[in-house]
């Protein structure tokens, strides 16, 4: 049977890199990762925030450090009042590691991380047998290790989850600059471009993020 999982655990790795800080100091999330040569490495699509850019500095040392990483790039980096946000591309080595454990051993679907504050938390949905049997390898490789089975549908993403017209009321709100800070247009300009009333697209729009934080939080 496929099932979600949320491992949360600490461990040599990214926990040494974020444990003295704040998850509004210093946050990875690693959001793609696709493995190859029987397991041994990985291809990664990652996040790095952090808010002091002395910080962020110190980090990509760190990394560049690290002998398991054979390759680092960053693909985009965005700096502004509250920090630097950067997008990297990585290929590393996985074998004995804790990706590598469930890439070979498990019948993954999907696998998602997240590093604030020391602890990693690691989102997967797989195939519930095999993830259970390599549980006992990873847990002799981290310190603190707790698992939870996770209740909601492992399945589906939060774009099948919201209709045609929540997704194109959502895009048009982003790409205007609705959410901005100051706004770039009101409810009153998105309501016009569309041709629906003000009440229509504020309906709309508290539906559609209602779906998104029930997702963000629960996943």
């Not at 040392?61 to 398991?68: L, Q, T, V």
């Not at 804790?98 to 019948?107: E, N, P, T, V």
């Not at 471009?193 to 934080?213: N, P």
Request: proline residues 2%; charged residues 30%.
């Amino acid at each position: 049977m496929i099932k979600s999982y949320t491992i949360t655990l600490t461990h040599d790795d990214w926990t040494l890199y974020t444990e003295k800080f704040s998850e509004d100091e210093l946050y990875v999330k690693v959001i793609k990762r696709l493995p190859y040569m029987n397991d041994t490495l990985e291809n990664i699509i990652g996040i790095i925030y952090a808010r002091d850019k002395d910080v962020y500095k110190k980090v990509l040392k760190m990394i560049s450090k690290n002998k398991m990483i054979l390759r680092f790039d960053l693909v985009n980096e965005y700096k502004n009042k509250n920090g630097i946000k950067a997008v990297y591309a990585s290929v590393e080595r996985i074998d004995g590691r804790i990706a590598g454990m469930l890439f070979k051993d498990c019948l993954v679907y999907e696998m998602k991380e997240s590093i604030m504050s020391g602890i990693e938390k690691w989102n997967i949905v797989a195939e519930s047998s095999s993830f259970m049997k390599v549980l006992p390898k990873i847990r002799e490789l981290t310190y603190e290790f707790k698992v939870v089975e996770n209740t909601y549908d492992p399945i589906l993403s939060i774009q099948n989850e919201l209709t045609h017209k929540e997704m194109e009321i959502l895009k048009l709100a982003v790409n205007k600059g609705f959410f901005d800070t100051p706004k770039r247009v009101g409810l009153e300009e998105l309501a016009e471009e569309l041709g629906v009333s003000k009440s229509a697209i504020m309906q709309i729009l508290r539906k559609a993020m209602a779906k998104i934080a029930k997702k963000t939080v629960f996943d």
